[in-house]
């Protein structure tokens, strides 16, 4: 108990006379004084034992909230004069030695103060003076307090990245007296994040896992009063953006932005398993080109470089995506034919069961025939403007791409993708096989008529659109497989002209020219040049590889074949090869310096021939 200023109240001129009254009325009546009748009392201490509590402590008070004080005075022994409590400019006048009075923390400035007592109180040693009232301890006695009532404050985070590429998330630091801890939550993935801080001077957090996924953060001081409802900051995800180049026709070059956090990345084809990337140190990548006509998906993986690819457990995994084809796209299809009329620079194909016709400089669209249930052949003749197309069981001609009134004639077919040869000649004729039947057919436009059936006793398994070819003319039509190649003579009836037993790998008339016949093999690299009347060889053009012949464009006397990996293009005149790229595609077209696939996409080449 600190020391207590005590003043006794002594008067010595009150206390004579007091004496001497006294012994005057002694002596009056009659009786001698003896020292049996004096008690002695001790004088009042300096220092009294008087208990001053409140609520049973002597240190540093807390109050955040209304309160109830509990003091004592004392033990009950020692008269209570005066008592009064007070703090600032608040006052509690006090009676009784043992009681309560109420004090609210909004009544005061947040921060310590004191408490005071000011207490003057009785002495308690019995004596006249201290019974009279005039012996008496005046008492002076302080509490260290400290005060708050404001609610718990809200705090707005502000997200930044330091020089180390980690994400760092501060707040602003709380200045509440009752301040317990911060607390963080925060969601990335399929990471969340709980966290408690206690010291208050701790306003930053860091995130050495974060690459960038999308950020959801908020954090909450809790006081000893309140739960501070802070706004949460939500940074949206930083996926890098994926560009490509194209480097030529034979590769791409996949480039992205550095991530602002410490990343690092793999790249791949979406789908596959193959891994074309994986470092952290570059942003750009060098790979194949996939072909005319293939699109791909390339993704990119983002991560931090504090975890491993395999570990998904946190899912602070970052995907970033792009499509790429070569050339652009007409239409998404697949397994599709086209025809070429030079006559009015169009060309067809179909959509569904729809005909279309697109210009052939502007690639857009003519001309839409809808619902012609076709089945998804086309031919031209070389030296008009008609075109030829066939539904289940009959064959259109048109005059033209408008498309109007066509000629319809009847024939037999029990399914769809039947047909494996379909030419308009010149001279007015379709001609077409048939692979259920396994059967050769040349059909007259005027008449409506078949004008001949061929058997085909060894008919095409392999590249079957690629191993029966007809002349322009209607005079010959060739197939040829690995068992050997028949020549036959189209008249009234067909003849056989010439057959060997050579391992061939597709056949194909010169559509400016009926008299070559243009042969590929299985066993070897050439390409030969034969007339078909006599089988005489013309001339030969030695190949990269083994190839299939997929058409003669009759624009450019140019000759487009494939291996099913590379499509090549020769120069008839010269032999020269004069293009080649990559290309995955069954069947490709090359019209007037225009390649197209079957999976509907065109690129212009008229710059490389």
């Known amino acids: 108990m600190k020391k207590i200023f005590v003043e006794y109240y002594q008067n010595v001129v009150v206390r004579l006379f007091t004496c001497l009254a006294i012994v005057l009325l002694f002596h009056s009546c009659g009786d001698s004084l003896t020292e049996e009748n004096f008690?002695?009392?001790?004088?009042?201490?300096?220092?009294?034992?008087?208990?001053?509590?409140?609520?049973?402590?002597?240190?540093?008070?807390?109050?955040?909230?209304?309160?109830?004080?509990q003091y004592t005075i004392g033990d009950g022994t020692n008269r209570i004069y005066s008592a009064v409590y007070s703090m600032e400019d608040q006052s509690w006048e006090v009676h009784s030695n043992a009681s309560t009075f109420n004090?609210?923390?909004?009544?005061?400035?947040?921060?310590?103060?004191?408490?005071?007592?000011?207490?003057?109180?009785?002495?308690?040693?019995?004596?006249?003076?201290?019974?009279?009232?005039?012996?008496?301890?005046?008492?002076h006695k302080e509490w260290d307090v400290i005060t708050d009532g404001r609610k718990a404050p809200s705090l707005k985070p502000v997200a930044s990245v330091n020089k180390d590429s980690v994400l760092v998330i501060k707040w602003p630091k709380a200045d509440h007296y009752n301040f317990q801890y911060y607390e963080i939550s925060a969601s990335t993935g399929f990471r969340f994040i709980d966290k408690k801080i206690s010291n208050i001077n701790d306003t930053t957090f860091c995130d050495p896992l974060y690459a960038g996924e999308g950020y959801s953060f908020s954090v909450d001081c809790i006081t000893g009063n309140s739960y501070?409802?802070?706004?949460?900051?939500?940074?949206?995800?930083?996926?890098?953006?994926?560009?490509?180049?194209?480097?030529?026709?034979?590769?791409?070059?996949?480039?992205?932005?550095?991530?602002?956090?410490?990343?690092?990345?793999?790249?791949?084809?979406?789908?596959?398993?193959?891994?074309?990337?994986?470092?952290?140190?570059?942003?750009?990548?060098?790979?194949?080109?996939?072909?005319l006509g293939n699109r791909i998906k390339l993704e990119l993986r983002t991560k931090s470089q504090n975890e491993v690819w395999e570990d998904d457990s946190y899912g602070s995994l970052i995907t970033s995506y792009l499509s790429y084809s070569m050339g652009h796209q007409i239409l998404q299809r697949q397994l599709i034919h086209y025809a070429f009329n030079r006559e009015e620079k169009v060309f067809y194909t179909n959509d569904g069961n729809d005909v279309v016709c697109f210009d052939v400089n502007s690639f857009n669209k003519n001309k839409t025939l809808k619902d012609l249930d076709n089945e998804g052949l086309f031919a031209c003749p070389t030296n008009s403007s008609r075109v030829a197309t066939l539904s289940r069981n009959k064959i259109y001609?048109?005059?033209?791409?408008?498309?109007?009134?066509?000629?319809?004639?009847?024939?037999?077919?029990?399914?769809?993708?039947?047909?494996d040869h379909f030419l308009f000649t010149d001279n007015g004729k379709i001609a077409y096989a048939k692979t259920k039947t396994s059967t050769y057919h040349l059909v007259d436009i005027d008449s409506k008529q078949e004008l001949l059936q061929i058997p085909i006793d060894d008919y095409p398994i392999y590249s079957k659109w690629a191993c029966i070819s007809t002349s322009q003319d209607a005079n010959y039509m060739?197939?040829?497989?690995?068992?050997?190649?028949?020549?036959?003579h189209l008249a009234n009836k067909a003849n056989e002209i010439y057959s060997d037993t050579r391992n061939y790998r597709s056949v194909y008339f010169n559509p400016l020219n009926a008299s070559e016949l243009y042969l590929t093999f299985n066993d070897n690299q050439i390409l030969e040049v034969r007339n078909p009347l006599d089988f005489s060889l013309i001339k030969t053009?030695?190949?990269?590889?083994?190839?299939?012949?997929?058409?003669?464009?009759?624009?450019?006397?140019?000759i487009l074949l494939t291996n099913y990996k590379r499509l090549f293009i020769y120069d008839?005149?010269?032999?020269?090869?004069?293009?080649?790229?990559?290309?995955?595609?069954?069947?490709?077209?090359?019209f007037d310096g225009l390649l197209l696939t079957e999976s509907g996409f065109l690129l212009d080449i008229k710059e490389e021939l």
């Open 541 to 558: 053009i030695n190949l990269e590889t083994k190839m299939v012949i997929e058409n003669i464009d009759p624009a450019s006397n140019k």
């Open 478 to 488: 060739s197939v040829g497989t690995e068992n050997g190649l028949k020549i036959y």
């Open 228 to 291: 501070g409802n802070s706004p949460r900051i939500d940074i949206p995800m930083e996926a890098p953006q994926l560009y490509v180049q194209e480097i030529g026709y034979e590769k791409l070059k996949i480039s992205w932005e550095r991530s602002r956090y410490k990343a690092k990345y793999k790249l791949l084809i979406a789908g596959y398993e193959t891994e074309y990337f994986a470092t952290s140190a570059d942003t750009s990548f060098v790979m194949p080109q996939p072909g």
């Open 572 to 590: 008839l005149t010269t032999g020269e090869l004069v293009f080649s790229m990559p290309g995955e595609r069954y069947y490709n077209y090359l």
């Open 397 to 419: 001609v048109f005059e033209d791409s408008r498309l109007e009134n066509p000629i319809e004639i009847p024939y037999e077919n029990t399914t769809f993708s039947n047909l």
């Open 103 to 139: 004090i609210h923390p909004n009544d005061f400035t947040p921060g310590p103060h004191k408490l005071k007592l000011d207490l003057v109180v009785s002495t308690g040693t019995n004596s006249i003076a201290d019974n009279l009232g005039f012996e008496k301890y005046q008492i």
């Open 39 to 69: 008690v002695d009392l001790e004088p009042p201490t300096d220092n009294p034992a008087i208990d001053l509590r409140l609520h049973g402590t002597d240190y540093t008070l807390n109050i955040f909230e209304p309160t109830k004080l």
